[in-house]
């Protein structure tokens, strides 16, 4: 049956993205603002998954579908209550819940819809097919609000679209292997390196030694009641810039954060002084620590290059792809320190320093915490760590189009052709030989016309000279002549 025949066109498309997010999208116990919640998964994720799944399946042909609607199709998900924002505290009133395409969102999935007798009154989740059966069962998930959902994004469904299951039938380590290649591949496409030595030598690529996690001193138990006493002030302030701080004290020996504790002002309505305490302590830290992006310092320079010229965009999809490379528990404290960094930037924020703008004490204090590269003029490392700070939402977040060239080289690898000949894009193409002597010898022959043709109208030749000219060229290609000014 074709996928494109209504009523069921839209709900087997939706059913598909359900079972894939429900399958695929990583669900793990996460930590927000010191509070864990169990069964978690983060935004930006769970809209590269559903990217991801919407160009292998190919639902709507060949067109080239932008992030911004596959995050309107996770709104329309989460409408339908196929997940719910995790309640990490609000700040401000209650409103509408708006999905995020952030990594600092949590989700969760609902229990099933209307659940009746057959699937069992526990409220527990239950496989993604008989999730998906419930779901379009249910009262409010009506097949003709979906294909609404489609036209209003302005998708139309294929009459037929592959079902591809890469997970089943490929490893996990052949797919991290394409995605870590791919990612590598674009970027280069993206960014001119001098030396490609950092960028295909695999150690360099994830760092094998990378900082471990803070362990908490098992002997001292005050470490535990110091960190306890922190968190419980923060769920109580109501305050971003105190929550996202103690984000990063995770990431802080027990000794400063036993420091911090003792050095608590007595007035807890103080929360400038709190906030002093809290800045100091983590600018300390981090210009004590190693840079968190000195992997592939070759590419800070290529980055900065672009910035300086002004093509944002490409900077951003570079930097997209520059922190794909960076080992996951990396990756992670530096998504909670940027995204500290960016609310205490914030104009309106605390004031840090009586005559500075708060963005460039920001600026100043975590640089070097970020990059600390010689070969990186001054000048070029604070435009690329005020560029971090002011994408910080986004730089996490995965280019749509490397999507699109990780999906095409999977599907080769699944069905058994060789991924490089339809990688997406091209550095050079393997032609059999006679191809390759048919194209040599007709650019070849373009180019010499265009060379005669050169000659002949030059004006600023004199006679003689064009005579001689030309005839050196009869002597060497009379063919080419001949073709030219005929016999």
């Not at 339908?80 to 409103?95: C, L, N, S």
């Not at 911090?260 to 981090?286: C, H, M």
């Amino acid at each position: 049956s074709h996928v494109a025949q209504k009523p069921f066109g839209a709900t087997y498309v939706w059913s598909s993205i359900i079972n894939t997010l429900q399958t695929q999208v990583e669900v793990k116990k996460r930590r927000h603002h010191l509070k864990r919640h169990n069964d978690c998964f983060v935004g930006s994720e769970a809209v590269d998954v559903i990217f991801s799944h919407l160009i292998q399946n190919k639902y709507f042909g060949d067109v080239d579908i932008p992030r911004a609607k596959v995050v309107r199709v996770c709104q329309a998900l989460m409408d339908y209550k196929v997940f719910e924002a995790v309640p990490t505290k609000v700040f401000g009133k209650d409103k509408k819940p708006t999905f995020e395409d952030s990594s600092c969102s949590l989700y969760r999935f609902t229990t099933i819809p209307n659940q009746n007798s057959q699937l069992g009154k526990e409220n527990k989740l239950c496989s993604p097919s008989r999730y998906a059966d419930a779901l379009f069962k249910s009262s409010d998930f009506k097949s003709a609000s979906l294909e609404d959902l489609w036209e209003n994004l302005s998708l139309k469904p294929a009459t037929s679209p592959h079902d591809v299951n890469i997970s089943a039938t490929l490893s996990p380590q052949v797919i991290n292997e394409v995605w870590q290649e791919e990612t590598i591949g674009r970027l280069l496409q993206l960014v001119d390196l001098p030396i490609l030595d950092s960028l295909l030598r695999q150690q360099e690529i994830v760092p094998k030694v990378s900082q471990p996690k803070r362990q908490p001193d098992m002997v001292n138990t005050s470490n535990y009641l110091d960190r306890g006493i922190l968190k419980a002030y923060s769920d109580s302030q109501e305050d971003e810039w105190l929550s996202a701080a103690i984000d990063c004290l995770e990431y802080l020996p027990d000794q400063m954060v036993v420091d911090i504790s003792r050095n608590f002002p007595e007035q807890p309505d103080r929360t400038d002084l709190v906030k002093e305490l809290l800045f100091d302590a983590i600018g300390r830290y981090y210009n004590s620590r190693e840079p968190l992006l000195n992997h592939l310092s070759d590419v800070h320079n290529g980055i900065a290059e672009l910035l300086v010229n002004g093509k944002t965009e490409i900077a951003l999809e570079a930097t997209q792809l520059f922190l794909k490379l960076l080992d996951p528990q990396n990756r992670e404290e530096f998504r909670r320190l940027l995204y500290f960094m960016a609310v205490a930037a914030h104009p309106s924020e605390f004031k840090l320093q009586k005559e500075s703008d708060n963005r460039m004490v920001v600026k100043r204090i975590f640089s070097k915490a970020i990059v600390d590269n010689k070969n990186l003029s001054k000048g070029k490392s604070d435009l690329l760590v005020l560029f971090l700070m002011d994408h910080q939402k986004d730089v996490f977040k995965i280019p749509g189009i490397l999507h699109k060239i990780v999906s095409v080289k999977l599907m080769a690898i699944q069905k058994g052709r060789d991924p490089n000949t339809d990688a997406g894009y091209i550095y050079c193409q393997r032609i059999d030989q006679s191809d390759y002597s048919s194209s040599t010898q007709k650019t070849t022959k373009d180019e010499l016309l265009n060379l005669l043709k050169t000659i002949d109208e030059d004006s600023k030749l004199s006679a003689k000279e064009k005579k001689k000219l030309l005839g050196h060229f009869y002597k060497c290609h009379p063919d080419i002549f001949i073709e030219y000014f005929g016999d």
